[in-house]
């Protein structure tokens, strides 16, 4: 009985350890890319001649 | 497929929370029969006669091998459309499965391996069948590995194909070396060689496995898009 324990346990503790690691890659350049939105709305909005100076 | 459009258009700037539907109904999907399937496959169905309670791996390590050549299937289909319109979607699409894949792969060897050592009493044999899986975990191994050495994304893209493409021989051959070669590997299970509550709690099992797949694919397919969109903006920037 322990080797179908471990079996099952491992296969599911994988499958759900991989759709984990996925998800926190989508949040993460999902976020980037809101990041990059931002900051391009950012540069649209600013006056004509301020390139970037404070 | 529906594939999603490029994003970071003016039509479609974030493609994360618009295919976030889709995803969720298939990981709902997914755990369910997952859930379903491994209370049946555990509790449920009776044991086999001869090898008792293990035989219930079986319900895992089939569909784990059987979407791990479809797997690699949609590489082989992808790497070849891609290869013909050099559309970079097609690779995003094989490198995702092939990730997925290699998971599926892995899963079946240490599964074979966990009913093995109770049934043969080894781990490990260099049996047709296992050695033949070994090699196809090794190719899509070497898939990734190529698309992360090259440094030019239309040359790891261009490579890896090649390899999709010659490496998805080794999935017929995986298939009939059990009757090519004398192998202490079973022959593949027919419907008339297996009791109606077993086969119906393997293609239960095969269905949860598949809607995992589906999800994992989808899901990887979306944050390698994102992924491109972010590296086109930082180059523009």
């Known amino acids: 009985m322990g080797y179908l324990w471990v079996g099952y346990v491992l296969t599911w503790v994988a499958m759900v350890w991989f759709a984990w690691r996925l998800e926190a890659r989508a949040r993460q350049v999902g976020r980037r890319l809101r990041e990059t939105e931002r900051d391009r709305a950012d540069e649209r909005r600013r006056p004509e001649g301020d390139h970037g100076r404070t | 497929m529906d ?90 699409l094989a490198a995702s499965s092939a990730e997925v894949g290699v998971l599926f792969t ?24 296992l050695t033949t899986t070994a090699i196809l975990l090794v190719i899509y191994v070497g898939y990734l590995a190529v698309r992360s050495f090259a440094a030019d994304p239309e040359r790891a893209a261009r490579w890896s194909a090649v390899v999709g493409i010659v490496g998805f021989a080794d999935v017929p051959i995986v298939y009939l070396s059990v009757t090519w070669w004398r192998s202490l590997h079973q022959p593949p299970s027919s419907p008339q060689s297996m009791a109606s509550s077993m086969l119906w709690t393997l293609m239960l099992n095969l269905v949860a496995f598949t809607l995992v797949y589906a999800y994992l694919l989808l899901r990887r397919y979306q944050v390698a898009v994102a992924e491109q969109e972010l590296d086109a903006r930082r180059a523009e920037d």
């Open chain 2, 106 to 129: 892995a899963l079946t060897l240490v599964l074979g391996s966990l009913w093995g050592k109770p049934i043969w009493g080894v781990w490990w044999t260099w049996d047709p069948r």
């Open chain 2, 3 to 92: 594939l999603p459009r490029a994003p970071g258009t003016v039509t479609d700037p974030s493609p994360l929370p618009r295919l976030r539907a889709p995803h969720l109904v298939l990981a709902f999907l997914a755990v369910v029969t997952a859930v379903v399937g491994s209370v049946i496959g555990l509790w449920v169905v009776p044991p086999d006669a001869m090898q008792g309670d293990v035989q219930r791996l079986m319900y895992l390590h089939v569909p784990a091998a059987w979407l791990a050549f479809l797997a690699f299937f949609v590489v082989f289909v992808m790497s070849v459309l891609y290869l013909i319109q050099r559309d970079p979607r097609w690779d995003l």
